[in-house]
């Protein structure tokens, strides 16, 4: 099972390298690192997984990006001082002036794989993606933006940056949900037409809620209201001082992940009716049954995959014995999530990588085919290799000489038509006069020959 290849593999952070490609000075002060800039990815944005990114760099003016960017230069990619505003109001004033990727510098020493640059809830229309860089680098990068340029297109910073992602030949998945999360059952609503494409392919997932333990091997007869099997299993409090307890989150838990490993298709008609109908935790052992029977799922059959994972462990207190249940299910719930690393909910992992960006179906179906050794045919066009960004003046020389051509043709046909128009004018002419030659010639003739008649 996936789950249990995944509990000893330790999931790393997405990172990648962010390449100097030019000017050769700035490539040379970054030599010791063969112009390479270590990055890490912010977890919102659409991040274009597998591909590359080129283009021309610029420094952000205002350089913290608070407020809106002034872009002085066409430039692709920006550069941001860290501090002063949360990093999604800099990477959207970034994207609002027309930048195609936002380059985060920290503003103190440290180690930037410790850092992620988190959503403040409100980055979900992002569209570019973004990265967070060291101080160092981003103050070498800094220093030479603002030399001044003798050439200011040809001493323009190209860089080149890949978004790497770990490619199988099967590709592996875990999905890290909230039972609690709106946002957990947007994804799924919008991955599950991206589910079917990938169903019949080399392609796995497995679910994975969030659980803790109080007691890991009970030795106290004590209910706690948050767990079940005397705080062997347990789930945080879903509404703090209402009715909802967390051992209502872990049966449902158990429900779901049941149903799962019954069938994937029916959990998800499962997830977006129990989404509909089942609004609170008090409402869930009676309203699943409800939602089971209207899906198709047999209840009894759910039931009797809770009872057939369970076994009957006990302990002795004051000559009394005391039993209570172990579950396997949850107990390799627990294992994956102390081993998973899950960052947040709802969370993906890829090929044990972490996926960061904007979590949407389309986002994460893109990744899932590029994480392929080989993309199968169900991700079509979805899988389109390598972008490179142009350089603006580039777009500018190929618009001018797109004009010149355009501009050349015309006159060519101009000059052609032009030319027909004067020829069909000079015959017309030069047959009017040679008319009025032979007519006065045959006056001539006439008047001639009547003369010499009279004359005999």
């Known amino acids: 099972m996936l789950i249990l290849a995944l509990f000893f593999i330790s999931v790393q952070l997405t990172l990648g390298k962010l390449k100097v490609i030019g000017p050769e000075e700035l490539k040379q002060e970054l030599a010791q690192n063969n112009g390479e800039i270590v990055f890490s990815i912010a977890n919102f944005g659409n991040v274009p997984w597998g591909r590359r990114l080129s283009g021309t760099l610029d420094i952000s003016n205002p350089i913290e990006a608070c407020t809106a960017i002034n872009q002085t230069v066409k430039s692709h990619f920006v550069l941001i001082k860290r501090g002063g505003c949360s990093f999604v109001t800099k990477v959207r004033n970034a994207q609002n002036a027309g ?36 101080k160092s680098d981003g103050e070498i990068l800094t220093k030479y933006l603002k030399m001044p340029k003798a050439n200011s297109e040809t001493d323009q910073v190209q860089l080149l940056i890949k978004f790497d992602v770990r490619q199988q030949k099967s590709v592996e998945a875990l999905f890290a949900l909230s039972i609690l999360s709106g946002e957990t059952y947007k994804f799924l609503r919008e991955f599950r037409p991206y589910y079917e494409k990938l169903k019949n392919e080399e392609f796995n997932f497995t679910i994975l809620y969030p659980l803790y333990q109080i007691i890991p091997n009970p030795d106290r007869p004590i209910d706690y209201q948050n767990c079940i099997s005397y705080g062997k299993y347990c789930s945080p409090d879903p509404d703090g001082l209402g009715v909802g307890t967390g051992k209502m989150i872990v049966e449902e838990t158990l429900r779901q992940l049941c149903i799962f490993n019954q069938s994937i298709d029916k959990w998800f008609d499962y997830m977006q009716s129990f989404r509909d109908n089942c609004t609170s935790a008090q409402q869930y052992e009676i309203c699943s049954p409800k939602v089971q029977l209207e899906v198709g799922i047999e209840n009894q059959k759910v039931e009797k995959c809770i009872r057939d994972q369970q076994s009957t462990l006990s302990f002795v207190l004051r000559n009394e014995t005391h039993n209570y249940k172990q579950n396997s299910i949850l107990e390799d719930q627990l294992t994956l999530w102390n081993t998973a690393g899950v960052q947040s909910l709802p969370g993906i992992i890829i090929n044990h990588q972490d996926y960061l960006g904007q979590i949407t179906g389309a986002n994460v179906f893109l990744d899932i085919c590029y994480s392929f050794e080989t993309p199968p045919e169900s991700c079509g066009n979805y899988v389109d290799g390598y972008i490179f960004q142009t350089d603006s003046s580039t777009n500018l020389y190929l618009t001018i000489a797109i004009i010149i051509i355009v501009m050349v043709i015309f006159f060519v046909l101009l000059f052609c038509v032009y030319t027909k128009l004067i020829r069909k004018e000079f015959k017309e002419s030069s047959q009017a006069q040679v008319n009025e030659m032979v007519t006065q010639y045959i006056q001539f003739y006439e008047s001639k020959d009547k003369k010499s008649k009279e004359a005999i």
């Open 99 to 134: 930048y195609q990727l936002a380059i985060i510098e920290d503003n103190k020493v440290e180690i930037i794989e410790n850092i992620t640059m988190s959503d403040d809830g409100t980055g979900y229309g992002l569209q570019i993606p973004s990265i967070f860089i060291s």
